[in-house]
T-cell receptor, first 115, second 110 residues
Framework: ETGVTQSPTHLIKTRGQQVTLRCSSQSGHNTVSWYQQALGQGPQFIFQYYREEENGRGNFPPRFSGLQFPNYSSELNVNALELDDSALYLC??????????????FGPGTRLTVL | RKEVEQDPGPFNVPEGATVAFNCTYSNSASQSFFWYRQDCRKEPKLLMSVYSSGNEDGRFTAQLNRASQYISLLIRDSKLSDSATYLCVVNMGGYSTLTFGKGTMLLVSP
């Protein structure tokens, strides 16, 4: 069974640029959630995709957008990067959106630095 | 009030010690509860789910008090390998999304 993978592992961008982060979900999982973890903080929920549709969104501005593909992999896009966007971006996959005790499996993350 | 609040850390304990982490959550409609462990510069990993009846997994015991909106994690006989940040996590309903606390760092020394 292949776990959750993310690419790239590290990325450096400058303010105003755009970035795309990628996530491949674990085999058999149809739900992908994205989280932002700033240094010294817990992960913050950005949004979730279930069967290619956005299924919930946290308190993040519209310049954070995403996609899920038919194979359940996903992208997170961030436009007009700001210094505060520097963080570890985590992708988590799970089997069913409606199971409250369903475990989410996290990928290793993409560390984004905005200069 | 923050949605999920944890003890500020770090906790420095010797090997063999018993350590307890506390967590409170603000949303009384929360559906499920977890403790995740995160090693330095790694992704969070599920340590254990927390059920109303309380549950135990080896040296780890988790308790939930819905009336007080309080969750705890007890680690007995601490090992060096237990050094990590422990994240209290709550599913507040809706889309199976997780709300994380800030985390409490545990440092176990020889």
């Amino acid at each position: 069974e292949t776990g959750v993978t993310q690419s790239p592992t590290h990325l450096i961008k400058t303010r105003g640029q755009q970035v795309t982060l990628r996530c491949s979900s674990q085999s058999g999982h149809n739900t992908v959630s994205w989280y932002q973890q700033a240094l010294g903080q817990g992960p913050q929920f950005i949004f979730q995709y279930y069967r290619e549709e956005e299924n919930g969104r946290g308190n993040f501005p519209p310049r954070f957008s995403g996609l899920q593909f038919p194979n359940y992999s996903s992208e997170l896009n961030v436009n007009a990067l700001e210094l505060d966007d520097s963080a570890l971006y985590l992708c988590a996959s799970s089997g069913m959106a409606a199971d409250y005790y369903n475990e989410q499996f996290f990928g290793p993350g993409t560390r984004l630095t905005v200069l | 009030r923050k949605e999920v609040e944890q003890d500020p850390g770090p906790f420095n304990v010797p090997e063999g010690a018993t350590v307890a982490f506390n967590c409170t959550y603000s949303n009384s409609a929360s559906q499920s509860f977890f403790w995740y462990r995160q090693d330095c510069r790694k992704e969070p990993k599920l340590l254990m789910s927390v059920y109303s009846s309380g549950n135990e997994d080896g040296r780890f015991t988790a308790q939930l008090n819905r009336a007080s909106q309080y969750i705890s994690l007890l680690i007995r006989d601490s090992k060096l390998s237990d050094s990590a940040t422990y994240l209290c996590v709550v599913n507040m309903g809706g889309y199976s999304t997780l709300t994380f606390g800030k985390g409490t760092m545990l440092l176990v020394s020889p």
